[in-house]
Protein backbone atom coordinates (compact mmCIF):
# COMPACT_ATOMS: atom_id res chain seq x y z
CA UNK A 1 0.00 0.00 0.00
CA UNK A 2 1.19 3.43 -1.02
CA UNK A 3 0.36 6.27 0.65
CA UNK A 4 0.72 9.93 -1.05
CA UNK A 5 0.31 13.01 0.73
CA UNK A 6 -0.90 16.27 -0.64
CA UNK A 7 2.13 17.28 -0.34
CA UNK A 8 3.79 15.19 -2.63
CA UNK A 9 1.58 14.75 -4.96
CA UNK A 10 1.24 18.64 -5.94
CA UNK A 11 4.90 18.17 -5.88
CA UNK A 12 4.93 15.36 -7.97
CA UNK A 13 2.30 17.43 -10.08
CA UNK A 14 4.39 19.66 -10.35
CA UNK A 15 7.85 17.98 -11.44
CA UNK A 16 5.63 16.35 -14.25
CA UNK A 17 4.09 19.85 -15.69
CA UNK A 18 7.65 21.22 -15.48
CA UNK A 19 9.25 18.53 -17.43
CA UNK A 20 7.35 18.79 -20.22
CA UNK A 21 8.90 21.09 -22.60
CA UNK A 22 6.74 24.52 -23.23
CA UNK A 23 5.24 24.78 -26.57
CA UNK A 24 5.99 27.72 -29.14
CA UNK A 25 3.13 30.00 -28.07
CA UNK A 26 3.70 31.95 -31.17
CA UNK A 27 2.07 29.31 -33.50
CA UNK A 28 -1.52 29.76 -30.91
CA UNK A 29 -3.18 33.35 -31.64
CA UNK A 30 -5.19 34.58 -28.78
CA UNK A 31 -8.46 34.01 -29.55
CA UNK A 32 -10.28 35.06 -26.25
CA UNK A 33 -10.84 37.94 -25.04
CA UNK A 34 -10.75 36.91 -21.08
CA UNK A 35 -7.59 37.19 -19.32
CA UNK A 36 -6.35 34.56 -17.81
CA UNK A 37 -3.71 31.95 -18.47
CA UNK A 38 -4.63 29.91 -22.21
CA UNK A 39 -3.97 26.03 -22.83
CA UNK A 40 -0.36 26.71 -23.92
CA UNK A 41 1.11 28.28 -21.04
CA UNK A 42 1.29 32.07 -22.48
CA UNK A 43 -0.90 34.82 -20.34
CA UNK A 44 -3.31 36.07 -22.69
CA UNK A 45 -4.37 39.68 -23.24
CA UNK A 46 -7.54 41.13 -22.53
CA UNK A 47 -9.03 42.69 -26.13
CA UNK A 48 -10.48 46.19 -25.07
CA UNK A 49 -11.80 48.59 -27.26
CA UNK A 50 -11.72 52.20 -26.23
CA UNK A 51 -14.92 53.90 -25.85
CA UNK A 52 -13.57 57.05 -27.40
CA UNK A 53 -10.66 58.46 -28.02
CA UNK A 54 -7.58 58.48 -26.28
CA UNK A 55 -6.81 62.35 -26.54
CA UNK A 56 -9.68 64.99 -27.15
CA UNK A 57 -12.78 63.30 -26.32
CA UNK A 58 -15.72 63.13 -28.94
CA UNK A 59 -15.23 65.18 -31.25
CA UNK A 60 -18.74 67.16 -33.04
CA UNK A 61 -18.31 69.90 -34.96
CA UNK A 62 -19.54 72.81 -32.90
CA UNK A 63 -19.75 72.32 -28.80
CA UNK A 64 -22.86 73.37 -26.79
CA UNK A 65 -22.04 76.82 -25.32
CA UNK A 66 -20.60 78.62 -28.43
CA UNK A 67 -24.02 77.35 -30.35
CA UNK A 68 -26.09 78.71 -27.28
CA UNK A 69 -24.47 82.21 -28.02
CA UNK A 70 -24.30 81.82 -31.63
CA UNK A 71 -27.99 80.61 -31.45
CA UNK A 72 -29.39 83.69 -28.34
CA UNK A 73 -27.04 86.69 -31.06
CA UNK A 74 -29.81 85.23 -34.41
CA UNK A 75 -26.45 84.31 -36.44
CA UNK A 76 -28.66 81.24 -37.30
CA UNK A 77 -25.77 78.63 -36.23
CA UNK A 78 -25.69 74.92 -38.07
CA UNK A 79 -28.70 76.63 -40.04
CA UNK A 80 -30.92 76.51 -37.12
CA UNK A 81 -33.78 78.86 -37.00
CA UNK A 82 -33.22 82.53 -37.14
CA UNK A 83 -34.44 84.53 -34.19
CA UNK A 84 -34.58 88.16 -32.55
CA UNK A 85 -31.96 88.58 -29.94
CA UNK A 86 -34.06 90.77 -28.71
CA UNK A 87 -36.66 88.71 -28.05
CA UNK A 88 -34.67 85.33 -27.46
CA UNK A 89 -35.60 81.63 -26.90
CA UNK A 90 -36.93 79.31 -24.12
CA UNK A 91 -34.56 76.37 -23.15
CA UNK A 92 -36.35 73.93 -24.69
CA UNK A 93 -36.56 75.74 -28.39
CA UNK A 94 -32.73 76.26 -27.72
CA UNK A 95 -32.21 72.44 -27.18
CA UNK A 96 -34.20 71.45 -30.10
CA UNK A 97 -32.14 73.57 -32.18
CA UNK A 98 -28.79 72.54 -31.19
CA UNK A 99 -29.29 68.49 -31.94
CA UNK A 100 -31.16 69.50 -35.17
CA UNK A 101 -28.29 71.07 -35.97
CA UNK A 102 -25.81 68.83 -34.68
CA UNK A 103 -27.80 65.47 -36.39
CA UNK A 104 -27.45 67.68 -39.87
CA UNK A 105 -23.80 68.66 -39.64
CA UNK A 106 -22.93 64.58 -38.86
CA UNK A 107 -24.66 63.64 -42.09
CA UNK A 108 -23.76 66.22 -44.04
CA UNK A 109 -20.16 64.93 -42.74
CA UNK A 110 -20.80 61.48 -43.40
CA UNK A 111 -22.24 62.40 -46.88
CA UNK A 112 -19.15 64.01 -48.29
CA UNK A 113 -16.72 61.43 -46.92
CA UNK A 114 -19.08 59.14 -48.98
CA UNK A 115 -18.93 61.07 -51.86
CA UNK A 116 -15.65 61.35 -51.99
CA UNK A 117 -14.83 57.77 -51.54
CA UNK A 118 -16.96 56.77 -54.35
CA UNK A 119 -15.67 58.97 -56.25
CA UNK A 120 -12.18 58.27 -55.92
CA UNK A 121 -13.35 54.48 -56.68
CA UNK A 122 -15.25 55.35 -59.80
CA UNK A 123 -12.77 57.59 -61.28
CA UNK A 124 -15.07 60.96 -61.85
CA UNK A 125 -15.41 64.12 -59.64
CA UNK A 126 -17.22 64.58 -56.92
CA UNK A 127 -20.98 65.51 -57.48
CA UNK A 128 -22.48 68.08 -54.93
CA UNK A 129 -26.04 66.88 -56.25
CA UNK A 130 -24.79 63.51 -54.45
CA UNK A 131 -24.06 65.13 -51.19
CA UNK A 132 -27.26 66.97 -50.74
CA UNK A 133 -28.74 63.53 -51.51
CA UNK A 134 -26.93 61.41 -49.41
CA UNK A 135 -26.62 64.05 -46.73
CA UNK A 136 -30.47 63.75 -46.69
CA UNK A 137 -31.07 60.07 -46.64
CA UNK A 138 -28.83 59.75 -43.36
CA UNK A 139 -30.74 62.50 -41.84
CA UNK A 140 -33.91 61.04 -42.25
CA UNK A 141 -32.67 57.89 -40.76
CA UNK A 142 -30.82 59.43 -37.71
CA UNK A 143 -32.29 59.12 -34.14
CA UNK A 144 -33.37 62.29 -32.49
CA UNK A 145 -31.26 61.15 -29.33
CA UNK A 146 -28.74 60.15 -31.41
CA UNK A 147 -26.38 62.71 -31.01
CA UNK A 148 -25.40 65.49 -28.42
CA UNK A 149 -26.97 65.50 -25.01
CA UNK A 150 -30.38 64.97 -22.97
CA UNK A 151 -32.36 67.99 -21.96
CA UNK A 152 -31.67 67.07 -18.18
CA UNK A 153 -28.13 67.61 -19.19
CA UNK A 154 -28.85 70.75 -21.40
CA UNK A 155 -30.75 72.19 -18.49
CA UNK A 156 -27.31 71.70 -15.93
CA UNK A 157 -25.48 73.07 -18.94
CA UNK A 158 -27.43 76.13 -19.07
CA UNK A 159 -27.65 76.88 -14.87
CA UNK A 160 -24.08 77.46 -15.45
CA UNK A 161 -24.37 79.78 -17.78
CA UNK A 162 -26.91 81.72 -15.69
CA UNK A 163 -25.14 81.83 -12.94
CA UNK A 164 -22.44 83.45 -15.46
CA UNK A 165 -24.54 85.80 -15.72
CA UNK A 166 -24.47 85.70 -19.75
CA UNK A 167 -28.20 85.20 -19.81
CA UNK A 168 -30.83 87.09 -18.26
CA UNK A 169 -34.58 86.05 -17.98
CA UNK A 170 -36.42 88.57 -20.85
CA UNK A 171 -39.55 88.75 -18.47
CA UNK A 172 -42.02 86.63 -21.41
CA UNK A 173 -42.97 83.57 -20.71
CA UNK A 174 -45.68 81.14 -22.24
CA UNK A 175 -47.62 77.90 -20.97
CA UNK A 176 -45.36 74.78 -21.59
CA UNK A 177 -46.54 71.49 -22.87
CA UNK A 178 -45.81 70.42 -19.39
CA UNK A 179 -48.47 72.52 -18.34
CA UNK A 180 -51.20 70.52 -20.09
CA UNK A 181 -50.60 67.84 -17.87
CA UNK A 182 -49.67 69.75 -14.88
CA UNK A 183 -50.71 72.99 -14.40
CA UNK A 184 -48.85 74.26 -11.62
CA UNK A 185 -45.59 72.98 -13.93
CA UNK A 186 -42.77 75.87 -14.80
CA UNK A 187 -43.86 77.82 -17.82
CA UNK A 188 -41.48 78.69 -21.22
CA UNK A 189 -39.23 81.40 -19.95
CA UNK A 190 -37.18 83.49 -22.58
CA UNK A 191 -33.82 84.03 -22.31
CA UNK A 192 -31.62 86.49 -24.28
CA UNK A 193 -27.58 87.58 -23.77
CA UNK A 194 -26.54 90.31 -21.82
CA UNK A 195 -23.66 92.47 -21.74
CA UNK A 196 -21.32 89.77 -19.97
CA UNK A 197 -21.98 87.04 -22.64
CA UNK A 198 -21.64 88.60 -25.49
CA UNK A 199 -18.02 90.16 -23.53
CA UNK A 200 -16.76 86.57 -23.00
CA UNK A 201 -14.50 85.03 -25.18
CA UNK A 202 -14.77 82.23 -27.17
CA UNK A 203 -12.41 80.11 -24.86
CA UNK A 204 -15.05 80.81 -21.69
CA UNK A 205 -18.01 79.84 -24.00
CA UNK A 206 -16.38 76.93 -25.05
CA UNK A 207 -16.40 75.71 -21.11
CA UNK A 208 -18.33 77.80 -18.99
CA UNK A 209 -17.54 75.19 -16.00
CA UNK A 210 -14.31 76.49 -16.13
CA UNK A 211 -15.22 79.93 -16.43
CA UNK A 212 -17.08 79.57 -13.51
CA UNK A 213 -15.19 77.68 -11.17
CA UNK A 214 -11.44 77.79 -12.44
CA UNK A 215 -8.99 75.39 -13.64
CA UNK A 216 -8.65 71.78 -11.43
Known amino acids: MIRVTAYGFFRSTWATRASIPRQNT ?13 DCGAKEQMATLPLK ?47 IALLRATAMDRAIKAEEKAARREKRYIDPDRITKLANRYLAGMPYKAHGCLFHSFGGYFSTIQKLRWVEFTGREEPSAFQDH ?23 WANPRRALYGKK
Not at 32 to 38: A, F, R, V
Not at 57 to 65: E, K, M, V
Open 53 to 99: PSRGGFLRPFGCGIFIRDFLLGTSPGGSAQIDPLVGAPQAEMFREYK
Open 182 to 204: YPPGPPRKYFRLTKAGREASDED
Open 26 to 38: ERYPVKSINSGTG
